[in-house]
């Protein structure tokens, strides 16, 4: 059990330096054989997470589920799913990691319920009951068709009707997963508790998803349309088609931010934000009193390309600043050595933008399986998922060993691992001192060195994206070509390339060659020191 932090004032920003990691629970490690990660797999691993420099942990939904979304549609927020352990099993996971030295964010999904919750079987049952209010039910239009156009993100209209009410039910996602009315004061009450319970158990904050959508519009007016539907359209592309002024992005997502802050603050705990909005539109929810932190999820689907990844690097740090999480790969996204190209190129290219995001002012946050330069696994049809669809490959099970399902499970693991190799293990990683796993390392423990409180000062040319931050300046060579990066006067040394290969460590001479994809940090030493 916890207790609110006197010190917490001074200690408001431990999240700064911090790097988190996302552990996806289903695919981390399952500890009891059953093919799915639980809590024990992940206590059992813990030491890996640690060992890598990790200061922040966050677990993805382990609440009870009818797993439509594999998680997100909960039917108690205040209990953990037999599949994935006991209470006492999150206590031990929470305590271990402080143990460790890190700290535990937990997901915060209040946009939506599971349509088995039992909130959403009584709105169901009572017409006229008070739990109708929690959800938005509403009439249909004159044609009997759904109350507004608004479109869900896994596809088709976002309402579904109730044949013995005849009335409809939003959803921004599956119908299974009922959105929550923010304007009852009785949700706001019961996240008040739902938030109190879980910073009593300890944990050190919260990732709050679909953050951008809790508040709808009052009117639940028609969206406009940007762009007319194309029948190749997936569920992304039929969501973009709308420009989304009434479902989501409402200013008063704010107001239930500030009200989780205050009681987040006085233990300490930090509001990291799932904002699937624009970084000018993310702005505002940082302001004030709102969250602390927002995904930037710029670099998700960022091409490789010089000018884009500078433009989403300045955008992304002008309008979320320190308040920014970098990251560029979720449980989401196809995973960033899949998007650009695959292969040792795409693994080098993928390293490359994390060192950029790495030595940026905020927390960087890397999902689980990119310290070891994994790709999509590849998940047959017949073997497929995902509700949404195209989801399954970035969350097929981490390789820990050679052996049976990869050291994953004793099992059979839920997902297909046939992607890997020996050389994706984390055993074998670790014994390979040139392994994208020790890559990752170095590149964490480097970041350290960087004056958090440095101003980011933009450097580089054409095809190098290259900032200094005080001593320190991060480059890469965003091109096929090798480039030259010109270096500030002063003595530097290089402190950290992509490259394990490269073994110089001063700068001799005004600048440096980087190859294709190399990215480096550079250190600056006092004049007439010698670097080692
Ligand atoms: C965002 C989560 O990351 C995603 O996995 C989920 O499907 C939606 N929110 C709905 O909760």
Redesign the pocket.
């Known amino acids: 059990m916890s207790v609110p932090n006197p010190q917490a004032a001074k200690r408001r920003d431990w999240w700064r330096a911090a790097v988190g990691y996302e552990v996806y629970l289903r695919s981390f490690a399952d500890g009891d054989g059953d093919g799915v990660g639980d809590l024990r797999g992940l206590l059992a691993h813990l030491e890996h997470l640690a060992w890598l420099g990790i200061d922040l942990v966050w677990i ?1 939904p382990f609440y009870p589920s009818p797993m439509a ?2 998680g ?2 909960i039917t108690d927020h205040c209990e953990v799913d037999p599949r994935y352990g006991t209470l006492g099993d999150l206590d031990a996971v929470i305590a271990a990691a402080h143990e460790l030295g890190m700290r535990v964010v937990i ?1 915060l ?1 209040a ?2 319920t599971s349509d088995q919750h039992p909130w959403f079987r009584a709105s169901l049952a009572e017409l006229h009951g008070s739990y109708r209010g929690y959800y938005l039910w509403r009439d249909g239009d004159a044609d009997g068709g759904p109350p507004n156009n608004w479109v869900s ?2 596809g088709g209209p976002a309402w579904s009707r109730d044949p013995s009410s005849g009335q409809w039910w939003a959803h ?2 599956l119908p299974q ?1 009922p959105d929550l009315d923010w304007s009852s004061p009785h949700v706001a009450a019961a996240f008040d508790r739902i938030v109190d319970f879980w910073l009593r158990r300890a944990v050190d904050g919260f990732r709050i ?2 953050a951008q959508g809790l508040s709808k519009h009052a009117s639940l007016a028609d969206n406009p349309r940007r762009s007319d539907p194309m029948p190749d359209d997936g569920p992304r592309q039929a969501f973009e088609r709308f420009e989304h002024r009434y479902d989501i992005g409402q200013p008063e997502n704010v107001a239930i931010f500030e009200r989780w802050r205050a009681l987040t603050e006085p233990y300490d705990a930090v509001l990291i934000g ?1 904002v ?1 909005l624009e970084p000018e539109a993310i702005g505002p929810y940082l302001r004030g009193h709102g969250l602390d932190l927002a995904f930037s999820f710029a670099f998700v689907d960022l091409p490789w390309d010089a000018t884009a990844v500078s433009d989403a690097l300045r955008a992304t740090l002008r309008h979320l600043g320190p308040g920014s999480c970098w990251t560029q790969a ?3 996204e196809p995973r960033p050595p899949t998007r650009f190209g695959a292969g040792a190129v795409g693994r080098a290219r993928a390293l490359a933008i994390t060192t950029l995001l790495a030595g940026m002012p905020g927390p960087l946050v890397l999902y689980q399986g990119e310290e070891l330069g994994l790709e999509d696994g590849a998940v047959p049809a017949d073997a497929a998922v995902d ?2 669809g195209g ?1 399954d490959g970035c969350r097929t099970p981490i390789p820990w060993s050679t052996g049976p399902a990869w050291g994953f499970t004793t099992g059979r693991p839920w997902l297909p691992m046939d992607s890997w190799t020996a050389s994706d293990t984390v055993e074998a990683q670790r014994d390979d001192s040139s392994s994208s796993l020790h890559r990752h390392r170095a590149l964490l423990s480097t970041r350290r060195r960087i004056d958090q409180d440095a101003p980011v000062t933009w450097l580089g040319g054409s095809s190098i994206v290259a900032y200094r931050r005080a001593d320190h300046l991060v480059a890469a060579c965003v091109s096929d070509e090798p480039e030259v990066l010109e270096v500030p006067s002063g003595t530097w040394a290089i402190v950290f390339s992509t490259h394990a290969t490269r073994r110089s460590t001063e700068v001799a001479g005004p600048s440096i060659g980087l190859r294709p994809a190399e990215a480096v940090i550079l250190e600056r030493r006092p004049a007439g020191s010698r670097s080692g």
């Open positions: 993805t979304d594999h997100y549609d997901d999904v946009n939506h993100y896994f921004l996602f997963q998803d679909v799932e699937y979720s449980h989401d509700p949404m989801r």
